[in-house]
C-alpha cells in the first residue's frame, strides 16, 4: 500500500525555468510533509517541510503548496538552476507531526535542470 | 555540528555471507532509524530506536537481520546471511526529541552477489 505517491519518475526543465514536483497522498491523518533532495552517492538532504495547517510554505526559491481536499502537494523551484538536479522526495511522518515515527517516503522523482 | 557518520560507504559480498554497517548519529538525537532503500524506490524504515530501546522493528527481517545500539549512541546493523535481494543503499538516519525532520547519513552501499 503505497500511502505516499509520487507518479513522475523523471522531470526536465530549462535553466531559469519552474520545475514543478507533485506528490499525492491517500492517509488523511497525514499533517506534516517533508521534501528531501538526493545527490547520487549522498544521504537525503531535508529542504522544506509545511504542517497541514499552511497551505503555502516559502524557503527562498523553494516553495511547497498543500491541497489537503485534493491529498495533493507540490514543490516548486524558480528559477531553477543545474545544481537542483537530484532525486527529490516526498515524505510524511506515519504518526504525523510531533511524532518521530518513521517516515513514509514517495518513490522519488529525478529533476534535471538543463544549462 | 558534524552530521549523521556511517560505514563503510560500500561494500561488495557474495550470498550467504554477513556484513555489518555502523552509524554514529548527530550528537543529543535520541532517535536512530535505519532504512533501506532499494534502487527506484523511497527509503522504507527497517527499525527504529528511541535511545538503546527499541521503537519499531516491524519491518525488519529478523530471520536474518539484526539491529542494536548500545549506550544509547552508535548503532550497529548486520544481516546474516546475506541474500542477492539484500543489494540495496542502508542510510542511518537521527532526529531531535519530539523532532519530525529526520537528518540522514550518506549511507552504505551494499551489493550482494
Known amino acids: 500500500d503505497q500511502q505516499v505517491k509520487q507518479n513522475s519518475p523523471s522531470l526536465s526543465v530549462q535553466e531559469g525555468r519552474i520545475s514543478i514536483l507533485n506528490c499525492d497522498y491517500t492517509?488523511?491523518?497525514?499533517?506534516?510533509f517533508l521534501w528531501y533532495k538526493k545527490y547520487p552517492a549522498e544521504g537525503p538532504t531535508f529542504l522544506i517541510s509545511?504542517?497541514?495547517?499552511?497551505d503555502k510554505n516559502e524557503d527562498g526559491r523553494f516553495t511547497v503548496f498543500l491541497n489537503k481536499s485534493a491529498k495533493h502537494l507540490s514543490l516548486h523551484i524558480v528559477p531553477s538552476q543545474p545544481g537542483d538536479s537530484a532525486v527529490y522526495f516526498c515524505?510524511?511522518?506515519?504518526?504525523?507531526?510531533?511524532?518521530?515515527?518513521?517516515?513514509?517516503f514517495g518513490q522519488g522523482t529525478t529533476l534535471q535542470v538543463k544549462p | 555540528e558534524a552530521g549523521v557518520a556511517q560505514s563503510p560507504r560500500y561494500k561488495i559480498i557474495e550470498k550467504r555471507q554477513s556484513v555489518a554497517f555502523w552509524c554514529n548519529p548527530i550528537?543529543?538525537?535520541?532517535?536512530l532509524y535505519w532504512y533501506q532503500q532499494i534502487l527506484g524506490q523511497g527509503p522504507k524504515l527497517l527499525i527504529q530506536?528511541?535511545?538503546?530501546?527499541?521503537?519499531?522493528d516491524s519491518q525488519l527481517p529478523k530471520d536474518r537481520f539484526s539491529a542494536e545500539r548500545l549506550k544509547g549512541v552508535d548503532s550497529t546493523l548486520k544481516i546474516q546471511p546475506a541474500k542477492l535481494e539484500d543489494s540495496a543503499v542502508y542510510l542511518c538516519?537521527?532526529?531531535?526529541?519530539?523532532?519530525?525532520?529526520?537528518?540522514f547519513g550518506p549511507g552504505t552501499r551494499l551489493l550482494v552477489l
Open positions: 550528537s543529543g538525537h535520541a532517535t
Open positions: 538516519a537521527s532526529s531531535r526529541p519530539g523532532g519530525e525532520t529526520q537528518y
Open positions: 530506536f528511541q535511545n538503546n530501546g527499541v521503537v519499531d
Open positions: 492517509n488523511s491523518m497525514f499533517d506534516y
Open positions: 515524505a510524511a511522518p506515519a504518526g504525523g507531526s510531533g511524532n518521530t515515527g518513521k517516515l513514509i
Open positions: 509545511i504542517s497541514s495547517i499552511k
